[in-house]
């Protein structure tokens, strides 16, 4: 009884204990305080307490987080400010140049549009022919990933032909559906090269796996200014540019400008993967240096309208031709034999050096392939000595030096786990 009498006790005791407060706590950071507390049902609700910053300082951090990734700058790499600025000045003149273009092809087809009008039917007109120059473009996928940068400066150069052929339609009535056409034509194919290159870039400015987080803020900074170009556009379309006078005036204007962007654009974004142009700058400045660029290093160097070029300091290394282009049946078995553990070929040749990849090589075997080409090209330059004797030495040579320079070289950033030549040329034994 008395052991009963204890356990009542209690539990009258704890009856009459008051409830238990819910636990909060406030935070101050940068001049704002906040109120945190947990519910009884355990989830935490967050009320703001007090915000003593300036109402100018309020509206940009608020603008920041809708259209910034988050943790920025420091969640991406070097160049992102100068590419979103030059992206949203190219989003901005590619809608004005749409309302302009879309005004044209109606008055060539008989219409007498109003601006709004120019603007629903825009959605409308990018059908026919444009799918066609999509179902096209959509073959070179691997030579976009390849080069990515050219092929983005290309997809915005086709964009604005197809454009140009729009506006000047009601030069040419009579031929309204083969200028239209073509103008689509061009245009399909610009989507498609656009779209797909725009994630190898984002990616080059992923510093820390946000590439989602990037890619939804750069859309969204893309539709402010494809909105704010749009509404520039009517107005323009409502008066300098309601005669066609004043479209042949505005058009290439808004043109030079959007071409000159996407440029800027390109040249700012550091690139990370390795290709044929960026991986001969990296092993000549090596071999020349003895240090490793990186990619942010390399940006403003790259030849982005004629990236084939070859480079005398690398060596001259040609890569992506087929291997019966290069090697003669009859001295296939001595080329397995140069080299027989690595997954390249080398044709060392007067003008150029060949170099063929087998079908499962990496970005690192490319990095040795490159390294006997261009230790091989200096010591012919150097000595005269029969070429096998020369290729063994910088094969050895490089095997002395690539540890360190492969390690310095993902340390800068550099992808070194694939190698985007572009063609799709390999081998197999």
Not at 73 to 84: A, I, K, L
Not at 174 to 184: P, Q
Not at 292 to 312: K, N, T, W
Not at 384 to 391: G, T, V, Y
Request: proline residues 5%.
């Amino acid at each position: 009884m008395q052991i009963l009498d204890k356990i009542k006790m209690q539990r009258k005791a704890s009856d009459e204990r008051p409830p238990e407060l819910p636990i909060s706590w406030v935070e101050i950071s940068n001049s704002i305080s906040r109120q945190y507390q947990f519910q009884p049902d355990g989830k935490l609700s967050v009320k703001m307490v007090d915000d003593s910053r300036p109402a100018a300082q309020r509206v940009m951090e608020s603008f920041l987080n809708k259209f910034f990734p988050s943790g920025y700058p420091y969640s991406v790499n070097e160049g992102y400010m100068r590419y979103t600025q030059f992206r949203a000045l190219q989003h901005f003149t590619s809608a004005a140049l749409s309302v302009l273009s879309t005004q044209s092809l109606l008055f060539a087809a008989g219409l007498r549009p109003t601006p709004a009008q120019a603007t629903a039917v825009s959605w409308i007109l990018r059908d026919g022919m444009q799918h066609v120059g999509k179902l096209i473009c959509s073959n070179l996928g691997a030579r976009m990933d390849s080069e990515p940068k050219r092929w983005r400066i290309l997809a915005d150069v086709l964009y604005d032909f197809g454009t140009g052929l729009e506006v000047m339609s009601p030069l040419c009535p009579h031929l309204f559906l083969e200028v239209a056409g073509l103008g689509n034509f061009a245009k399909g194919m610009a989507v498609v090269a656009a779209r797909a290159t725009r994630l190898p870039i984002y990616s080059s400015f992923a510093k820390e796996g946000n590439l989602s987080d990037l890619f939804a803020k750069g859309e969204a900074i893309s539709t402010l200014f494809n909105v704010l170009g749009l509404g520039t556009g009517i107005h323009l379309a409502s008066t300098i540019c309601s005669s066609m006078q004043g479209k042949l005036v505005v058009a290439p204007l808004l043109s030079v400008i959007h071409v000159y962007s996407v440029c800027e654009e390109m040249r700012a974004a550091p690139v990370n993967t390795l290709n044929p142009q960026r991986t001969a700058m990296i092993v000549a400045d090596f071999v020349k240096t003895g240090k490793i660029s990186s990619p942010a290093d390399l940006r403003y160097r790259e030849d982005l309208l004629f990236p084939g070029r070859l480079i005398e300091d690398a060596g001259k290394v040609k890569v992506g031709r087929s291997l019966h282009e290069v090697v003669r049946p009859s001295k296939l078995q001595q080329f397995k034999e140069a080299f027989p553990e690595e997954k390249f070929l080398l044709n060392h040749g007067s003008r150029w050096t060949d170099m063929i990849l087998e079908h499962n090589a990496t970005g690192e075997d490319a990095l040795r392939g490159w390294l006997v080409a261009v230790y091989a090209s200096d010591m012919e330059r150097l000595v005269n000595e029969p070429s096998a004797n020369i290729l063994q030495e910088a094969y050895d040579k490089m095997n002395s030096t690539f540890s360190p320079f492969l390690a310095e070289l993902q340390a800068k950033g550099w992808h070194t786990d694939r190698f985007l030549d572009g063609t799709g040329n390999r081998f197999a034994f």
